[in-house]
């Protein structure tokens, strides 16, 4: 076989290859996709601040019915809101964890500075949580209350 044919060979099957991966990965399902769909079992806020510049802010807790989808670097492929104002999700208790929580920062006992619902004690909101494709998403009211000791590690949902 003369080196010219050798490297033809070589190259189908590279290129060959290369076109049946996307058929696989597809066929497998999108890692970065939404996956099936979530519901919010429970949840709570709270109010809290952080040093050093204790500014305070609305911490959110909530337990899903399963493992919110995540990117090949483990980043979380969903999003939570408190009335139209979110931020970034992360896990309570480590990646194997159902728990969630994220910070809504208040400027001036409020959530958002355009008139937005007040951030006291006892009011009430709507948490949403949605797939970042909006494959599915859900919703469940939460009473912001006073910070407690366990509220960051999500004791009361466990």
């Known amino acids: 076989m003369s080196p010219k044919r050798i490297i033809a060979i070589a190259a189908l099957a590279i290129t060959g290859a290369a076109a049946s991966v996307p058929a696989v990965a597809h066929a497998a399902g999108d890692p970065t996709a939404g996956g099936p769909p979530r519901e919010i079992v429970g949840g709570y806020a709270f109010k809290d601040s952080w040093p050093p510049q204790n500014k305070p802010l609305i911490a959110v807790v909530f337990k899903a ?34 728990m969630y929580t994220f910070t809504v920062p208040t400027l001036n006992g409020r959530l958002r500075a355009d008139g937005s619902p007040s951030a006291r004690i006892g009011s009430r909101h709507t948490l949403r949580l949605a797939a970042r494709d909006g494959s599915w998403s859900d919703t469940f009211t939460v009473t912001i209350r006073a910070k407690r000791p366990g509220d960051r590690s999500g004791a009361p949902l466990r």
Request: net charge positive; hydrophobic share 30%.
């Open 65 to 98: 019915t399963g493992q919110l989808p995540r990117r090949f670097d483990g980043l979380i492929r969903a999003n939570a809101t408190l009335d139209g104002s979110g931020g970034s999700i992360a896990s309570v208790g480590g990646k194997a964890s159902r």
